[in-house]
Nanobody, 123 residues
Framework: QVQLVESGGGLVQAGGSLRLSCAASGRTFSNTAMGWFRQVPAKERELIAAISWSGASTWYNDSVKGRFTISRDNVKNMVYLQMNDLKPVDTAVYYC????????????????WGQGTQVTVST
């Protein structure tokens, strides 16, 4: 199992940037695909970005493509989400999650979750 702790959320104006970090512990981290999700009240949690175990392959939800970048550092056991050109619709609680597979594609389940970090984008 991988334990996850997110940080870096906050309040930012529209058009601004934030970088979310996710600190992971557990010996399987470097073999595990990772994802960033977000959730707003009364809606399901949605996957917005994913990265393979090596970092060589990534995937983005259309809603963030071209604005957000997911990356990882397997030496530091960290996953990042760089968010640029933020919009009010990006306001949500953001979660880091670890998959049960090394790649993000296919029948992947996310089985470990952080506690979430709030991102609020003002107009």
């Amino acid at each position: 199992q991988v334990q996850l702790v997110e940080s870096g959320g906050g309040l930012v104006q529209a058009g601004g940037s934030l970088r979310l970090s996710c600190a992971a512990s557990g010996r399987t981290f470097s073999n595990t695909a990772m994802g960033w999700f977000r959730q707003v009240p009364a809606k399901e949690r949605e996957l917005i970005a994913a990265i393979s175990w090596s970092g060589a392959s990534t995937w983005y939800n259309d809603s963030v493509k071209g604005r957000f970048t997911i990356s990882r550092d397997n030496v530091k056991n960290m996953v990042y989400l760089q968010m640029n050109d933020l919009k009010p619709v990006d306001t949500a609680v953001y979660y880091c999650a670890a998959a049960n597979a090394p790649s993000w594609y296919g029948a992947v389940e996310y089985i470990s979750w952080g506690q979430g970090t709030q991102v609020t984008v003002s107009t």
